[in-house]
């Protein structure tokens, strides 16, 4: 090994010796021919030779301990590097960093697998429940028009859970996925709006979006934010079922020339205000998900993660009994420009 790095030493050192030996060789060719005497060529010999000799002993000395202890942690064992010239220190803060970033990828991973066993785990756990509760109806004695309604609910859980499950799987390739382009929020909220208009009928609530134009335009990902717009509506209408009587859920849009906020304003239960820290964590549900059989937890940290990802704010505000208010902050499109209001 130490032969090894004896060459691997003469090899990155070739320029130096070639310089000192044209240098010698020219000051011993100027003694030799200009300057007469048996012993002249003595003296060149010696002036040159010694001092290139000392200084190719120290720095072999050093550049060999150093490369030998970089072989040992190469191999596996872990061994002090130890650098005693400037190129090795920054060579050893280097590996120093590498290494730290490293073990924060290797972190990062390790809790991102973590979080995909437990939101596996919670995902089996809520598909499973509507699937117990079809096979109860299918078993009790009702007539076929109830039956084909509570089995239509419940495939409508199984599908949100596998959509929820869809979507947070898709975010961690949301780069690959992504066309940001001018959107028109408000066609886009309609239609979101439509899709759950069923949900709405049962839970008596009543829609209705306010805003002083018929188009506005945003800069966002259309897939993703119907993503977005679904999970909170979704939402809204959840926690709206819980209370009686009829209530109205509103989406107010305002404007200027930069941004666009679309607030989603629910009659529901609310958040508790001691719950209202942990909304956006993964699988939270807090005391208003055990009053909801089928809340996951998944749908706010999902909405959070897309908001970041589309550059997008996201905030709430809400009072326990009486409703909450989701806002998204959206980047304004040029294609407003025209707008006289704005």
Same mark, same amino acid.
């Given at each position: 090994?130490?032969?090894?790095?004896?060459?691997?030493?003469?090899?990155?050192?070739?320029?130096?010796?070639?310089?000192?030996?044209?240098?010698?060789?020219?000051?011993?060719?100027?003694?030799?021919?200009?300057?007469?005497?048996?012993?002249?060529?003595?003296? =060149? /010999?010696?002036?040159?030779?010694?001092p290139f000799f /000392?200084?190719?002993?120290?720095?072999?000395?050093?550049?060999?301990?150093?490369?030998?202890?970089?072989?040992?942690?190469?191999? !596996?064992?872990?061994?002090?590097?130890?650098?005693?010239?400037?190129? @090795?220190?920054?060579?050893?803060?280097?590996?120093?960093?590498?290494?730290?970033?490293?073990?924060?990828? +290797?972190?990062?991973?390790?809790?991102?697998?973590?979080?995909?066993?437990?939101?596996?785990?919670?995902?089996?756990?809520?598909?499973?429940?509507?699937?117990?509760?079809?096979?109860?109806?299918?078993?009790?004695?009702?007539?076929?028009?109830?039956?084909?309604? &509570?089995?239509? @609910?419940? &495939?409508?859980?199984?599908?949100?859970?596998?959509?929820?499950?869809?979507?947070?799987?898709?975010?961690?390739?949301?780069?690959?996925d992504l066309a940001?382009?001018?959107?028109?929020?408000? &066609?886009?909220?309609?239609?979101?709006?439509?899709?759950?208009?069923?949900?709405?009928?049962?839970?008596?609530?009543? =829609?209705?979006?306010?805003? =002083?134009?018929?188009?506005?335009?945003?800069?966002?990902?259309?897939?993703?934010?119907?993503?977005?717009?679904?999970?909170?509506?979704?939402n809204a209408i959840?926690?709206? &079922?819980?209370?009686?009587?009829?209530?109205?859920?509103?989406?107010?849009?305002?404007?200027?020339?930069?941004?666009?906020?679309?607030?989603?304003?629910?009659? !529901?239960? !609310?958040?508790?205000?001691?719950?209202?820290?942990?909304?956006?964590?993964?699988?939270?549900?807090?005391?208003? !998900?055990?009053?909801?059989?089928?809340?996951?937890?998944?749908?706010?940290?999902?909405?959070?993660?897309?908001?970041?990802?589309?550059?997008?704010?996201?905030?709430?505000?809400?009072?326990? +009994?009486?409703?909450?208010?989701?806002?998204?902050?959206?980047?304004?499109?040029?294609?407003?420009?025209?707008?006289?209001?704005?």
């Amino acid at each position: 090994m130490n032969k090894q790095l004896l060459k691997n030493y003469i090899r990155d050192r070739k320029g130096f010796i070639l310089i000192y030996l044209f240098c010698s060789s020219s000051l011993i060719f100027y003694f030799n021919f200009i300057t007469v005497g048996e012993n002249s060529i003595l003296y =060149p /010999v010696l002036f040159t030779t010694l001092p290139f000799f /000392v200084f190719l002993l120290f720095d072999s000395s050093k550049y060999m301990k150093f490369n030998q202890r970089l072989l040992s942690n190469i191999e !596996g064992v872990a061994t002090d590097l130890s650098p005693s010239t400037y190129e @090795q220190q920054l060579v050893n803060q280097l590996l120093l960093k590498m290494s730290i970033s490293n073990s924060q990828q +290797y972190q990062q991973l390790k809790e991102h697998h973590r979080e995909n066993l437990y939101f596996l785990s919670h995902l089996m756990h809520h598909l499973k429940a509507p699937l117990s509760v079809i096979e109860i109806i299918l078993n009790d004695e009702t007539n076929i028009e109830e039956v084909n309604e &509570a089995i239509q @609910q419940q &495939a409508t859980r199984i599908r949100q859970t596998v959509d929820q499950a869809l979507s947070l799987v898709r975010t961690d390739a949301f780069e690959n996925d992504l066309a940001i382009q001018p959107v028109d929020i408000i &066609a886009l909220l309609q239609q979101c709006i439509n899709e759950q208009k069923k949900e709405c009928i049962q839970s008596n609530i009543y =829609p209705k979006i306010v805003c =002083p134009v018929k188009q506005l335009f945003v800069i966002t990902d259309s897939k993703w934010c119907k993503v977005l717009l679904q999970q909170l509506i979704s939402n809204a209408i959840k926690y709206s &079922a819980l209370k009686d009587g009829k209530k109205m859920l509103s989406f107010i849009i305002e404007y200027d020339k930069t941004h666009v906020s679309l607030r989603i304003v629910d009659e !529901g239960i !609310g958040i508790p205000a001691y719950d209202q820290h942990a909304v956006f964590q993964p699988f939270f549900t807090g005391e208003n !998900g055990r009053k909801v059989t089928h809340s996951s937890g998944i749908g706010l940290y999902l909405c959070q993660k897309i908001c970041k990802r589309l550059d997008h704010e996201l905030s709430f505000v809400s009072k326990q +009994y009486e409703g909450s208010t989701f806002t998204i902050k959206m980047k304004v499109s040029i294609q407003n420009k025209n707008l006289t209001n704005m």
